[in-house]
């Protein structure tokens, strides 16, 4: 095992609660820290994800990460099968929106000990949205939903972006499905069949309509003083047999990962601790 002192880390955790957000999203999580500094990191899985199970140990490698100990933690899930991508995207937008409105109702809403709601600020002043896959699809089509919505528009630019992976310029749909949770039993069905049960699958088609007004609405909107869309980092695995490896305007250059691929890019553990790496550095 490495060590942790190499990495910045220790053994001690920095979060004491961990708990499900009731009526926002599917399975939600919160880890919520012990000396709270105003700022959130939020985890959006892809297709077929889980909030827990698409990151792997982020969870309890985070909580020893000394640069996250001021920061609440939250794994958004959503159905990421059989919605569409608008419509998970709204979804996230008002988990969003009701996480900046008051971290101090949703801290008492996850049933967490009263005691520690003083110590929780009245909104966010910044918070990093963590997307892989689908997820990145997502989370981005919330943040420019929401500076189009007088009630969202007012937290929509302490919001930043870092992506795993990102499905924005679309997927391989059967190397999705082998690889996805779904199993490779469904990669004997016909595409067409599961898109019409998957409507995700139809939406990461390359060119669909989805991705295609994603990517018209992203350079429209970038250039009218909305710098946060562009990401603040995207990181793609060399071999990634799901994702084309393209860039989307306005996003950097990608960082490129070796020895992974699509859905382990994002996957930390004792021996690849380069996501831990990218989010820190991000924050």
């Known amino acids: 095992m490495m060590e942790w002192a190499r990495h910045g880390m220790s053994d001690f955790s920095h979060f004491i609660w961990h708990q499900p957000l009731p009526n926002h999203g599917l399975d939600t999580r919160a880890w ?10 939020v985890f959006v899985h892809g297709f077929g994800g889980r909030p827990l199970a698409t990151w792997s140990q982020f969870t309890s490698l985070l909580a020893r990460q000394p640069s996250c100990a001021h920061h609440d933690i939250f794994f958004f899930g959503y159905d990421g099968k059989h919605t569409e991508v608008v419509a998970s995207a709204g979804q996230f937008r008002d988990f969003l929106n009701d996480l900046m409105a008051s971290p101090k109702d949703m801290y008492l809403r996850s049933g967490a000990a009263a005691a520690g709601r003083a110590k929780h600020h009245r909104t966010y002043s910044k918070v990093v949205v963590v997307g892989h896959s689908l997820g990145a699809v997502v989370a981005r089509r919330a943040l420019l939903d929401a500076y189009n919505d007088s009630t969202h528009r007012r937290w929509a630019r302490k919001v930043n972006l870092l992506f795993f992976a990102p499905a924005h310029v679309g997927a391989k749909l059967f190397s999705l499905v082998q690889l996805s949770p779904l199993g490779v039993a469904l990669s004997v069905v016909p595409l067409a069949q599961l898109a019409g049960k998957y409507l995700a699958l139809d939406d990461l088609k390359e060119g669909s309509r989805a991705l295609q007004d994603l990517k018209d609405d992203l350079r429209r909107e970038f250039g009218v003083g909305k710098p946060n869309l562009k990401a603040i980092r995207v990181v793609h695995a060399i071999n990634d047999p799901i994702v084309r490896n393209a860039t989307l305007f306005p996003d950097p250059a990608p960082q490129r990962e ?19 790496v990218h989010v820190t550095e991000s924050l």
């Open 258 to 276: 070796s020895g992974c691929n699509h859905l382990s890019v994002c996957k930390p553990n004792d021996r690849y601790l380069r996501p831990i």
């Open 32 to 41: 919520w820290s012990c000396e709270p500094g105003g700022q959130a990191l």
